[in-house]
């Protein structure tokens, strides 16, 4: 037998190394077995093998020195297995290979100092994987090299500088910890299309006239190198755009985010910039737009910077319009409807004031979002969602928006994502958005709802809600056990198998406020994991319902400041994934169920001003809160208050003394803190935040390691071009 081919082939079990030994196999498919194991042989393997295919299975062990001996082999493609350990040496000895793809594995360790022969290989990924140390010069002089991956990994030495120029024309160094600077040696790469070095630690000055030298350059990536800035040949800050990178004739993709760059884009620019399709400016110091000089930009991506004046309307052509976080002023130009390709547009954070235009949301019928928020528009949302069949995320929080919700959203069946909290809009609660199946967040928070949550014959599924806000409006009634009944994604908590996941895509990741453990905190990346239910201050009644126990993926559950009554649900001892739960300033009476002490991941308890009586249970995270938990209930007794219990479990009859004392702790309320975390809260508490630590950037190495589990989870084939 001289080839074996079974390319997803569905097989499964452990694959016998013996076939690896067959004396004229020349070539091997096993790829796309996901469920098939194996390991490649450690001992007596020499054949004529030249095809080696093993991606995306569940091969394991180590990459043998062994390899070294297929003296044969072109293509060894081992990427999307677990493979652990260090690159072997010998791989050097392949002399014939032109393909070596190691990709998302797990393998470590430093990349050989030295390697000769790989005379023919023209492709080389080891993306996805825990390398660390230097990046070898030997990579850049190997003569028929065309394409080399190393991104998502630790790599954390300068590169060397190297010589001989060779036929390189892909190089992917981004996210690693790569120091130090840029080498000249890099610029001399004239054959060089495609050059990303995103996310690392690069320091220095990058001259633009150094660039000059890549004239086949389509794709520059730059951007995330907080000691790394750019300047003009005189040594100066930029602050317009140089003439190679506008005179470019091939330059495609070019981004420069977080590249401290100042000035404007003036009216000078506008010759050139012939090819450019995707500009991404982001995190500068930008502060003008005299002008869009890109004739042909699909996506133009300028938030976090300082551009003042009115919204400049981009060329026709584009998709993805992102000005955010600037300080854009006066209102919406009708002229943005003649976007009718725009796929992304957020013109959130600025002071954007006048009406929302009337076409804006059927003008283009492949929007995908929709992002207003934190300007002072006013006026009506205009019911034109009709068309708006690819609409994921709208979000117009935190302006002047007055009126009824739009009924044409019920059309919009992939929706997932609705937020108008803090505005003026006056309408009954929308029973008719509960028919959209991924609609995952609900924010209707500080506006004029008002009305019970629905009428006995509605309907209420809203099956995959994860995240809905009613706070702060004139809504009322009870809260019907129909209602929970249907939030399936609510119960859910096996969702963490498939890795740290936020709701969202590449261009847009959707933000939300939460008020959770006494404050408001903003969610700047939201967990898939995430859930919150939110109907504080309204005018809600009756009791609390059995059937939230039921949630066990809960994190966030705020009932306070109602008229609630009845007794505390034992089953919401059920809830073991709640981290805060308030309940405060209702009419609750009763004891506060022993069942409670089941929660093991509780940092925030607030149970004050009701009707409580009898002993405050202890044990677990109950130990961990403090009286401002409690105040307000004056039938309640034990730690932490000072008042005790008597042999009925009931409070014993105060001294004036301990009066006056529950007098100040009624008035500590107004600086009512937050409980200490248990460490059973701990790792709760930072797995729903986490998107906290990422956000910002640090510690590193947690960042990298959450982005390289998800990577080696999640199989993927490698994309020619950045997306």
């Known amino acids: 037998m001289t080839d074996l081919d079974l390319n997803r082939a569905s097989i499964q079990g452990n694959f016998p190394d013996e076939i690896f030994r067959l004396p004229n196999l020349q070539a091997l498919n096993l790829h796309g077995n996901n469920q098939l194991t194996g390991y490649l042989p450690n001992s007596n393997w020499s054949s004529p093998l030249r095809k080696l295919h093993l991606s995306s299975t569940n091969f394991a062990g180590k990459i043998p020195d062994l390899i070294g001996n297929l003296l044969f082999l ?39 100092h030295h390697v000769s022969g790989l005379s023919y ?105 907080s000691l790394l800035s750019f300047t003009s040949s005189s ?42 399709i995707d500009l991404h400016l982001s995190n500068n110091f930008l502060t003008h737009i005299a002008l869009h000089p890109w004739k042909n930009i699909k996506t133009l991506d300028l938030r976090n910077n300082k551009i003042q004046g009115s919204i400049l309307v981009p060329p026709p052509s584009t998709q993805v319009f992102l000005v955010s976080n600037n300080k854009l002023s006066g209102a919406i130009p009708p002229s943005i409807c003649s976007l009718s390709s725009l796929q992304y547009l957020s013109l ?33 949302i205009h019911d034109n969602f009709a068309n708006a069949s690819y609409l994921r995320s709208l979000d117009l929080n935190s302006n002047k928006l007055e009126g009824p919700l739009p009924r044409s959203l019920a059309n919009c069946r ?39 949550l629905c009428k006995s014959n509605s309907t209420f599924p809203f099956q995959a809600l994860r995240i809905i806000d009613l706070s702060h409006n004139e809504f009322t009634g009870s809260l019907p056990r129909t209602i929970f009944v249907s939030m399936e994604a609510m119960k859910i908590v096996d969702e963490m198998e498939f890795g740290l996941q936020y709701i969202g895509g590449f261009y847009y990741l959707d933000s939300v406020t939460v008020a959770m453990k006494g404050q408001d905190v903003l969610l700047y990346k939201i967990l898939i994991i995430f859930r919150a239910l939110d109907f504080s201050s309204n005018r809600f009644h009756g009791e609390v319902p059995e059937v939230l126990g039921n949630f066990k993926s809960l994190k966030v559950l705020n009932l306070s400041h109602n008229s609630l009554t009845g007794n505390i649900p034992a089953s919401l001892g059920n809830m073991t994934a709640l981290e805060s739960l308030d309940l405060s300033f209702n009419k609750l009476h009763g004891i506060i169920p022993e069942q409670l002490l089941a929660f093991t991941a509780l940092a925030s308890l607030n149970l004050s001003y009701n009707q409580l009586r009898g002993r405050i249970p202890r ?54 803190k937050m409980a200490k975390l248990g460490y059973a809260s701990g790792l709760m508490i930072g797995l729903s935040i986490g998107y906290m630590v990422l956000s910002i950037g640090g510690p590193r190495w947690l960042v990298k390691m959450v982005e390289r589990d998800q990577q080696n989870k999640v199989r993927r084939r490698r994309p020619r071009h950045r997306m």
């Open 121 to 225: 290989l023209t492709t080389l990924d080891l993306s996805g994987n825990s390398l660390q140390g230097r990046v070898p010069s030997w990579l850049f002089t190997l003569p028929s090299l065309v394409s080399i991956d190393l991104s998502n990994n630790m790599l954390n030495g300068p590169i060397n500088p190297f010589q001989s120029p060779n036929s390189l024309q892909e190089v992917r160094l981004q996210k690693n910890e790569i120091h130090g600077t840029i080498p000249n040696s890099i610029f001399q790469l004239v054959n060089l299309t495609y050059l990303d070095l995103t996310s690392n630690n690069l320091s220095g000055t990058v001259k633009f006239d150094m660039l000059s030298k890549l004239q086949s350059l389509q794709y520059l990536y730059l951007s995330n190198n």
């Open 414 to 452: 992939i929706l997932e994502v609705v937020n108008v909290g803090k505005n003026m809009i006056s309408d009954t609660f929308p029973c008719w958005l509960g028919s959209l199946p991924e609609l995952k967040i609900l924010v209707l928070r500080s506006n004029r709802f008002y009305g019970p």
């Open 619 to 672: 044990g677990n995270q109950f130990n961990t809160f403090d009286n401002n938990s409690y105040i307000g209930n004056i039938h309640l007794c034990g730690e932490p208050l000072t008042v005790t219990c008597s042999n009925d479990g009931l409070p014993k009859a105060p001294s004036s003394a301990s009066t006056d004392h529950e007098e100040d702790e009624t008035a500590s309320w107004f600086d009512w």
């Open 235 to 276: 040594n100066m800050d930029i602050n317009q755009f140089p003439s190679f990178l506008r005179n470019s004739e091939k330059l495609t993709s070019l981004d420069l985010s977080n590249g401290r760059i100042r000035g404007r884009i003036s009216k000078h620019d506008s010759k050139g910039w012939k090819s450019l």
């Open 348 to 380: 959130s954070h600025n002071n954007l004031s006048g009406t929302i235009p009337s076409c804006l949301g059927n003008f283009s019928t492949q929007l995908i979002i929709l992002d207003l928020k934190n300007n002072s528009l006013e006026g009506h």
């Open 74 to 112: 072109e293509i060894v493609h081992i990427g999307g297995c677990n493979f652990t350990g260090s690159i072997p040496s010998s791989i050097g000895n392949l002399t014939r290979a032109t393909e070596i793809f190691f990709a998302s594995n797990y393998l470590t360790g430093h990349l050989p």
